[in-house]
Every structure is written in structure tokens, then in C-alpha cells.
């Protein structure tokens, strides 16, 4: 562990630091330029696969076992709830904002609210508008099965997160901070693990790019055990005892769209199988 710190330190001098008030534009950037410089091989759309892009053998065993994905009917599952109207009779896909090549619009900055709102969120007020009671965030049999089909309508439109205004800008860069900001007892930041140490083993599991992390979700891990980003986002926290935040929590929301805004460009790919 002494060692892996040490590494960790050298490398966020190299890596951890970003521009204080760079453009949205100007970060991703720098984001795309780091991860050039560290690993000049990749192309990038290979960061779609994550840290399956470090090991051939990974990613080789992986496109074998999405010939029939061990999540199939947990995805027939979601279709059924996606295509089921609600009492009124009307469908998800009448609310407009969800469904057929949406999801990489998620998050936006909605200026009426004042806040960052997620794919979750708007399942939510769409479910409200019609009559039906919301779903919990951290529920995955409900939220976490719906968008793993609903977001699975994206696949292949591009991430295309905007940032416009100041309300939105200011969000953004909270959602920033939290990414390069250490917590916990071990003192780490997101940008600790997922830049600067990209690519190392981290116990038995490889480190993946921050880049491309939000195209592909949900996604199933261990083949079956559906998980949403902001899931993923708690278990991160956890991981260097910091407390975690709720999901559809401000902190996470800002975090996601800072999160999302870097994989811009990218395709989307939902879902996914990872170990
Ligand atoms: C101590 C190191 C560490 C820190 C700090 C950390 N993570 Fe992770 N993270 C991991 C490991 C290990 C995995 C599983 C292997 C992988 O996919 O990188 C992971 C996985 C992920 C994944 C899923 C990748 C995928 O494709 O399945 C996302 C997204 C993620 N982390 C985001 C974050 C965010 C955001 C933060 C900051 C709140 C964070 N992580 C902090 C170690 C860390």
C-alpha cells in the first residue's frame, strides 16, 4: 500500500492537477491530451471499453460472452416495464425527453429548476406527469432494470452533454471539484485512481479511464447484478471509507455531468457486462 501511495502522489503532480476555470471545453481537452500522452496506442473510441482496452485477452473473453449476454432477460425484464402503460394508457416514450436517442443528452442543466437533471430524474417526472408513484434511485429492480432497456435505445448516438450559462457552468465545476477533490481515510480522489493511476491493478481489479466511463450504463456486473453509475459512484466512495452520497443527490448529479461532459463524443453503449 506504501508503495502504491507513493505512486499515487509522484503521479498526481503529473496528472491530478486541471486548470482552475478552464472552459468545459477547454478540460476535456486536457483530459483527451492526458490520456494520449499515457497510453499513445489507443484510439478513442477503445475508451468505450474501459479497462478492458489494457488487456486483449480481457476484452477478447468479454465480445465472447456478449455473443449471448448473461443479462438477457434481466434486459426483457426492463422492456416489459418500459413498454407497459401506465393506468392512464399512455407510454414512457409519450413523455419526449426518454427513450430512442436520448440518453446522451443526459445530464442537462434545466434553468427553471436550477439544477442538474439526470436520465433517472426524468423517468421520474415522466412517471409523475402520468399518475404513477416515482421510483427510488438505488432501487435497481425498478430504476436500475427500466433505464438498462430505456438507455439501451441510445446505443450508438453520441455523448452530448452541454454546459451553457453560468447557473450551469457553476454546477459543473462543483461536480469537478468533487471529482479531483480527496476523501475518505485513504485520502484519495477519483481522479487519484481513474487518471492518474489508470491501467495499474488496484488489488485484483484493473483501473479504468475516467474517459468513457459514462456512456455505458447501466451495466451488469458479474453478469447479472444491474448497476447504475450512481451505484457505482457510492461503491467508489466506499472503497476509501469515505460516507457515500445518496443517489440523485446534488453532489452526485453535479458529478455526473461533470463525469459525462469529458465523454462527450463517445458512442453510447448500454448495457454492458463487467466482471
Ligand atoms: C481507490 C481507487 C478508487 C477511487 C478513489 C475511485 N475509484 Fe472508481 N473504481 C475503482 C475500481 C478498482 C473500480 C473497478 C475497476 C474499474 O473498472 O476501474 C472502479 C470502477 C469505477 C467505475 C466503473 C467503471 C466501469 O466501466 O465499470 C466508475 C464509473 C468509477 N469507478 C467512478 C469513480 C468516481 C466518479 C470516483 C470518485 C467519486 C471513483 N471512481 C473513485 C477504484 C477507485
Known amino acids: 500500500m506504501k508503495k502504491l501511495l507513493l505512486a499515487v502522489f509522484g503521479a498526481s503532480l503529473l496528472f491530478g492537477a486541471m486548470s482552475v476555470n478552464a472552459s468545459p471545453e477547454q478540460d476535456r481537452k486536457e483530459v483527451l491530451e492526458l ?3 499515457k497510453f499513445p496506442n489507443l484510439k478513442f473510441d477503445d475508451y468505450v471499453n474501459g479497462a478492458l482496452s489494457f488487456s486483449e485477452d480481457a476484452l477478447h473473453q ?3 460472452i456478449m455473443e449471448f449476454p448473461p443479462y438477457d432477460s434481466q434486459l426483457d425484464q426492463g422492456k416489459k416495464m418500459w413498454e407497459t402503460p401506465f393506468k392512464n394508457g399512455k407510454k414512457y416514450a409519450d413523455c419526449g425527453n426518454v427513450g430512442k436517442n436520448m440518453a446522451g443528452h443526459f445530464p442537462y442543466f434545466d434553468e427553471k429548476l436550477g439544477k442538474v437533471v439526470t436520465y433517472e430524474m426524468a423517468i421520474n417526472s415522466c412517471r ?3 399518475g ?3 421510483y427510488a434511485y438505488n432501487d435497481m429492480n425498478t430504476m436500475g432494470l427500466l433505464t438498462a432497456y430505456s438507455r439501451s435505445l441510445s446505443d450508438g448516438m453520441k455523448m452530448s452533454v452541454k454546459v451553457e450559462g453560468a447557473k450551469a457552468l457553476a454546477a459543473y465545476e462543483k461536480g469537478k471539484q468533487f471529482f479531483y477533490q480527496r476523501r475518505g481515510q485513504l485520502n484519495f480522489s477519483c481522479a487519484s485512481c481513474h487518471m492518474s493511476m489508470v491501467g495499474a491493478t488496484l488489488r485484483t481489479e484493473l483501473l479504468s479511464p475516467a474517459l468513457g ?3 455505458h450504463w447501466p451495466e ?3 453478469g447479472d447484478n444491474v448497476t447504475t453509475l450512481q451505484t457505482r459512484y457510492g461503491q467508489c466512495n466506499r472503497q476509501v ?3 457515500p452520497f445518496k443517489q440523485g443527490s446534488e453532489e452526485y448529479n453535479n458529478l ?3 463525469h459525462s461532459y469529458i465523454s462527450n463524443g463517445l458512442p453510447m453503449q448500454t448495457p454492458v457486462f463487467r466482471k
Open 132 to 134: 404513477e408513484d416515482e
Open 128 to 130: 409523475k406527469a402520468n
Open 35 to 37: 490520456y494520449k500522452n
Open 213 to 215: 466511463h459514462a456512456v
Open 241 to 243: 471509507r469515505a460516507v
Open 220 to 222: 451488469f456486473r458479474g
Open 62 to 64: 468479454y465480445k465472447s
Open 256 to 258: 455526473e455531468y461533470f
